[in-house]
T-cell receptor
């Protein structure tokens, strides 16, 4: 699996968009980008995933650069409940279920 | 029901004790997972079960013994643990292996080994 690099921590004002970057410069053509988050004292929660096209769901948007070497998770209107550790994971789509978590980004949403 | 439940929430055990962690899901998922998470660290995969058969063991010490008695249940039997095994143990499940098969996580069991 390709390695990912994320900032250790970020702050965001409540109501503003939170943009969380992830570098995955060694990503292979068949590897997807997945995002999970872990709110304190809870299990991780799936957010979104994509291969090469931008993706949007009810939680977030995922923007993947054309060369696929980096991506950005966007929470359009961050709330205090979005305070969590956000993990960017790269893996082959049918790779037997393995999720290799990196260190993640600790996002603090402040009033 | 999109919930993975884990019991107990907290467990304190001595190094000579035998205990078990339990995980349950009723989403019809055929893949189930155990992860270990130390404080301030990301989760680390321990075991993967597919269709009730162990498919991945990430070189976990034998003092951790997984069991999948049926498609809804996953146990982790603990014996002769060390204090460094104290951690949050997370269970997860997914429909299968494919791209869209997101993993659903339980809240975890916080284990303390004295």
């Amino acid at each position: 699996d390709a390695k990912t690099t994320q900032p250790t921590s970020m702050d965001c004002a409540e109501g503003r968009a939170a943009n969380l970057p992830c570098n995955h410069s060694t990503i292979s053509g068949n590897e997807y980008v997945y995002w999970y988050r872990q709110i304190h004292s809870q299990g991780p929660q799936y957010i979104i995933h994509g291969l090469k096209n931008n993706e949007t769901n009810e939680m977030a948007s995922l923007i993947i650069t054309e060369d696929r070497k980096s991506s950005t998770l966007i929470l359009p209107h961050a709330t205090l409940r979005d305070t969590a550790v956000y993990y960017c994971i790269v893996r082959v789509g049918n790779q037997g279920g393995k999720l290799i978590f990196g260190q993640g980004t600790e996002l603090s949403v402040k009033p | 029901d999109t919930e993975v439940t884990q019991t107990p929430k907290h467990l304190v055990m001595g190094m000579t004790n035998k205990k078990s962690l339990k995980c349950e899901q009723h989403m019809g998922h055929r893949a189930m997972y155990w992860y270990k998470q130390k404080a301030k660290k990301p989760p680390e995969l321990m075991f993967v079960y597919s269709y009730e058969k162990l498919s991945i063991n990430e070189s976990v010490p034998s003092r951790f013994s997984p069991e999948c008695p049926n498609s809804s249940l996953l146990n982790l039997h603990l014996h002769a643990l060390q204090p460094e095994d104290s951690a949050l143990y997370l269970c997860a499940s997914s429909q299968g292996w494919g791209e869209k098969n997101e993993q659903f996580f339980g809240p975890g069991t916080r284990l303390t080994v004295l």
